[in-house]
């Protein structure tokens, strides 16, 4: 029998990966937090990276990054990996000081190295991430977390989360008075990923029902309304605007038409949601298992290469054909939990699909870090995005490839150390 090259056999009927395969997570595991301790700058925050893992002093200060490696080293720390608390320890102090707005509180997008902002606005998106970011630290014990949690459920509470409606605002202007009048589903579905974090550390269920209430209307009336090809771009009012961007298609956060990636990342998430709910309805399993079908259905190989395009228009044609680091690890991610949730070997085929493609494509043979992005033609390229800012989705990707579902991957790990939730090694 021939073996693929991330080391599964096609026959497995046990989610538990052999032995090739756990080397090469243990492999990836560690050439991601090796990439990810050059993005700390000692003065604070934490640098944008350049294609070749070196910080690119041209960037500002983005919140959104700083989050994404406090919450990835928080996740080390609890798997009692050396050398990580004091990274934690500064990504906490940055969201503390450097990022945060002293003036009128909640956080900026990005500010620059003599620390004025970049933008007037501060959005949804960063601060799911910095309640992402807060709710790992505080598992993880952190000196500070607590408190930079407590501050973050504040301000999302009090300026992104409408109660009465369900829903998530997108963005103030900086002292919030001024709300921006357009919705999104990218920053929704990560406060979907926050608010289960938040849930589990706190224990206070109302934060899985906000999830709940978010999916619902996005997945299982939106997407569901079009054939599971859910659109980002909303009104104000929460009605699809399916042209928004259209002579930008290529936006790295808005850009025109449906993003496959984001139809794996719902998928993943519904269940994830399942397992925070006392009672979860059935359509959480059914919409997730559409969503991965239409996903690999129509994004991947669509344009006769293999991968997954960035966008697809409303017919389901290509527009922006780039294959992105981050897509193809909510692939991973998706599919490996799927597959522990239902047992269903379609879903490993597909995991093993994902893996094989990444080590042939995605992940440099010589450092084992991830190319960001990739042309039509499956070679390195930056269209969308320069550099390898993100250690994020692919650090995900090797933790969900071994672990059991929980509502936030933070609760996999027992803070002291003991009674760990079981991750295969």
Same mark, same amino acid.
């Given at each position: 029998?021939?073996?693929?090259?991330?080391?599964?056999?096609?026959?497995?009927?046990?989610?538990?990966?052999?032995?090739?395969?756990?080397?090469?997570?243990?492999?990836?595991?560690?050439?991601?937090?090796?990439?990810?301790?050059?993005?700390?700058?000692?003065?604070?925050?934490?640098?944008?990276?350049?294609?070749?893992?070196?910080?690119?002093?041209?960037?500002?200060?983005?919140?959104?990054?700083?989050?994404?490696?406090?919450?990835?080293?928080?996740?080390?720390?609890?798997?009692?990996?050396?050398?990580?608390?004091?990274?934690?320890?500064?990504?906490?102090?940055?969201?503390?000081?450097?990022?945060?707005?002293?003036?009128?509180? $909640?956080?900026?997008?990005?500010?620059?190295?003599?620390?004025?902002?970049?933008?007037?606005?501060?959005?949804?998106?960063?601060?799911?991430?910095?309640?992402?970011?807060?709710?790992?630290?505080?598992?993880?014990?952190?000196?500070?977390?607590?408190?930079?949690?407590?501050?973050?459920?504040?301000?999302?509470?009090?300026?992104?989360?409408?109660?009465?409606?369900?829903?998530?605002?997108?963005?103030?202007?900086?002292?919030?008075?001024?709300?921006?009048?357009?919705?999104?589903?990218?920053?929704?579905?990560?406060?979907?990923?926050?608010?289960?974090?938040?849930?589990?550390?706190?224990?206070?269920?109302?934060?899985?029902?906000?999830?709940?209430?978010?999916?619902?209307?996005?997945?299982?009336?939106?997407?569901?309304?079009?054939?599971?090809?859910?659109?980002?771009?909303?009104?104000?009012?929460?009605?699809?605007?399916?042209?928004?961007?259209?002579?930008?298609?290529?936006?790295?956060?808005?850009?025109?038409?449906?993003?496959?990636?984001?139809?794996?990342?719902?998928?993943?998430?519904?269940?994830?949601?399942?397992?925070?709910?006392?009672?979860?309805?059935?359509?959480?399993?059914?919409?997730?298992?559409?969503?991965?079908?239409?996903?690999?259905?129509?994004?991947?190989?669509?344009?006769?290469?293999? $991968?997954?395009?960035?966008?697809?228009?409303?017919?389901?044609?290509?527009?922006?054909?780039?294959?992105?680091?981050?897509?193809?690890?909510?692939?991973?991610?998706?599919?490996?939990?799927?597959?522990?949730?239902? $047992?269903?070997?379609?879903?490993?085929?597909?995991?093993?699909?994902?893996?094989?493609?990444?080590?042939?494509?995605?992940?440099?043979?010589?450092?084992?870090?991830?190319?960001?992005?990739?042309?039509?033609?499956?070679?390195?390229?930056?269209?969308?995005?320069?550099?390898?800012?993100?250690?994020?989705? $692919?650090?995900?990707?090797?933790?969900?490839?071994?672990?059991?579902?929980?509502?936030?991957?933070?609760?996999?790990?027992?803070?002291?150390?003991?009674?760990?939730?079981?991750?295969?090694?």
């Amino acid at each position: 029998m021939t073996e693929h090259l991330s080391g599964r056999r096609p026959t497995r009927t046990d989610p538990t990966p052999d032995t090739a395969h756990q080397q090469l997570l243990a492999n990836q595991r560690d050439a991601l937090l090796r990439a990810a301790r050059a993005s700390v700058r000692p003065e604070g925050g934490f640098w944008w990276l350049g294609e070749h893992g070196a910080p690119d002093p041209r960037q500002p200060l983005h919140t959104w990054i700083a989050c994404r490696m406090t919450h990835v080293f928080a996740l080390a720390h609890l798997q009692q990996t050396p050398d990580t608390a004091d990274v934690v320890d500064h990504g906490v102090a940055t969201l503390r000081s450097t990022l945060r707005d002293a003036q009128y509180g $909640g956080w900026f997008s990005a500010v620059e190295l003599g620390g004025e902002p970049v933008t007037d606005r501060k959005s949804a998106y960063e601060h799911a991430f910095v309640l992402l970011a807060a709710s790992s630290a505080a598992r993880a014990g952190r000196p500070g977390a607590d408190q930079l949690l407590a501050e973050a459920i504040a301000v999302v509470g009090e300026r992104f989360w409408d109660e009465n409606a369900g829903r998530t605002r997108e963005s103030w202007s900086r002292d919030f008075s001024e709300l921006e009048p357009y919705r999104g589903a990218n920053s929704s579905m990560h406060m979907v990923e926050a608010f289960l974090a938040v849930g589990e550390v706190t224990g206070d269920r109302r934060w899985a029902q906000r999830a709940l209430a978010i999916c619902e209307h996005l997945v299982h009336g939106v997407a569901a309304r079009h054939d599971w090809r859910l659109p980002e771009h909303f009104t104000a009012d929460w009605e699809p605007q399916l042209d928004y961007n259209l002579d930008q298609p290529a936006d790295p956060f808005r850009p025109y038409g449906s993003t496959v990636g984001h139809w794996l990342e719902w998928a993943r998430l519904l269940l994830h949601l399942e397992t925070a709910l006392v009672a979860p309805p059935h359509w959480l399993l059914e919409d997730a298992r559409a969503l991965f079908t239409a996903a690999v259905t129509r994004g991947w190989s669509v344009d006769g290469a293999d $991968g997954f395009v960035y966008t697809l228009d409303w017919s389901d044609r290509p527009v922006v054909r780039s294959r992105m680091h981050w897509v193809l690890a909510e692939a991973i991610g998706a599919a490996a939990t799927l597959w522990r949730r239902t $047992g269903d070997h379609y879903y490993e085929h597909w995991y093993q699909t994902f893996w094989d493609y990444a080590v042939r494509h995605l992940i440099d043979p010589k450092t084992g870090e991830w190319h960001h992005e990739l042309d039509e033609l499956n070679q390195p390229a930056n269209r969308v995005w320069h550099g390898r800012p993100d250690v994020y989705h $692919g650090y995900q990707a090797v933790l969900l490839s071994q672990a059991p579902i929980k509502p936030s991957l933070a609760g996999l790990y027992d803070p002291m150390g003991t009674d760990q939730v079981e991750v295969n090694r």
